[in-house]
């Protein structure tokens, strides 16, 4: 049942979450809402949320499809943005439109997107990745006093403090590495072109029974054989190989295996 004017304008919080919404329709609760909590829904936009925006100071986005955040008004009592688990993957245009749009913001949660290089919930990331990211994060938003799942610290704003405009634009960017979605992307790698060149293919030939020599001479070498082979490199392109027999008697001076044979099992 749609509540009546007269109760919306007192009504100060709305809980739509787990409702399949794909997009916002707020007129029906009024415009004195101050906290709205839209978790487990499938929004791509924020279209519609400009209508509390003089009054909104809590915004719960948790597990939704969010790519970028497009608030289209400014809310300047808006203090906690949770968005977690959505699909943000471009920091810069998110950071703009926080530090113009919600200029009063506390409490920040990015947890789970792909531009969120935390271990917690991205396999691919470090500590030192995330300290980055905190401090570009805090660069930006003055007034950021809790970042994710932990309280900002005063070392950190000092730091963020120190940097420059410069030091701050070679944050790394991971969507190289996690996609939309949060899912892992293989990166490309080119395959060799194959050679059509007489030499080349001599080349490789040779340079495989190299490694075939090399690879028994080290097996003769584990066994006690010395041999006089070939030189590992060679400046002749048409290498030439000795053929020939080497007489070998096993003596079992240094054995070991008979001290674990007993005289009974002679």
Same mark, same amino acid.
């Given at each position: 049942?749609?509540? $009546?004017?007269?109760?919306? %304008?007192?009504?100060?919080?709305?809980?739509?979450?787990?409702?399949?919404?794909?997009?916002?329709?707020?007129?029906?609760?009024?415009?004195?809402?101050?906290?709205?909590?839209?978790?487990?829904?499938?929004? *791509?936009?924020?279209?519609?949320?400009?209508?509390? +925006?003089?009054?909104?100071?809590?915004?719960?986005?948790? @597990?939704?499809?969010?790519?970028?955040?497009?608030?289209?008004?400014? /809310?300047? @009592?808006?203090?906690?943005?949770?968005?977690?688990?959505?699909?943000?993957?471009?920091?810069?245009?998110?950071?703009?439109?926080?530090?113009?749009?919600? !200029?009063?913001?506390?409490?920040?949660?990015?947890?789970? @997107?792909?531009?969120?290089?935390?271990?917690?919930?991205?396999?691919?990331?470090?500590?030192?990745?995330?300290?980055?990211?905190?401090?570009?994060?805090?660069?930006?938003?003055?007034?950021?006093?809790?970042?994710?799942?932990?309280?900002?610290?005063?070392?950190?704003?000092?730091?963020?403090?120190?940097?420059?405009?410069?030091?701050?634009?070679?944050?790394?960017? /991971?969507? +190289?590495?996690?996609?939309?979605?949060?899912? *892992?992307?293989?990166?490309?790698?080119?395959?060799?072109?194959?050679?059509?060149?007489?030499?080349? +293919?001599?080349?490789?030939?040779?340079? =495989?029974?190299? =490694?075939? =020599?090399?690879?028994?001479?080290?097996?003769?070498?584990?066994?006690?054989?010395?041999?006089?082979?070939?030189?590992?490199?060679?400046?002749? %392109? &048409? $290498?030439?190989?000795?053929?020939?027999?080497? !007489?070998?008697?096993?003596?079992? &001076?240094? $054995?070991?295996?008979?001290?674990? *044979?007993?005289?009974?099992?002679?």
């Amino acid at each position: 049942m749609i509540p $009546s004017d007269q109760e919306n %304008e007192e009504l100060v919080e709305v809980c739509l979450a787990g409702q399949d919404l794909s997009e916002l329709c707020l007129i029906e609760y009024g415009s004195f809402i101050r906290r709205i909590d839209l978790s487990f829904n499938v929004l *791509i936009s924020l279209r519609g949320l400009h209508i509390c +925006s003089e009054t909104l100071e809590e915004l719960i986005l948790d @597990n939704n499809l969010l790519e970028r955040v497009d608030f289209r008004a400014e /809310f300047p @009592n808006l203090h906690t943005l949770s968005l977690n688990k959505n699909r943000i993957s471009d920091l810069d245009i998110l950071l703009q439109e926080l530090s113009s749009r919600v !200029r009063n913001i506390r409490h920040l949660s990015l947890l789970g @997107n792909p531009v969120c290089p935390d271990q917690l919930t991205n396999d691919l990331a470090d500590e030192k990745d995330y300290e980055v990211y905190r401090c570009h994060i805090l660069y930006h938003l003055k007034n950021i006093r809790f970042l994710d799942h932990r309280a900002v610290l005063p070392t950190e704003l000092r730091e963020s403090r120190k940097l420059t405009y410069a030091q701050v634009n070679i944050f790394p960017s /991971f969507t +190289s590495l996690i996609g939309t979605a949060g899912n *892992i992307v293989e990166p490309v790698t080119q395959q060799p072109r194959p050679s059509t060149s007489r030499q080349s +293919s001599t080349r490789v030939r040779t340079s =495989s029974s190299s =490694s075939e =020599s090399n690879g028994h001479a080290n097996a003769n070498a584990a066994m006690g054989l010395v041999t006089s082979g070939l030189p590992r490199t060679s400046t002749d %392109e &048409k $290498s030439r190989g000795r053929t020939g027999k080497r !007489r070998f008697r096993y003596v079992g &001076k240094n $054995s070991e295996g008979n001290r674990f *044979i007993r005289d009974n099992d002679l």
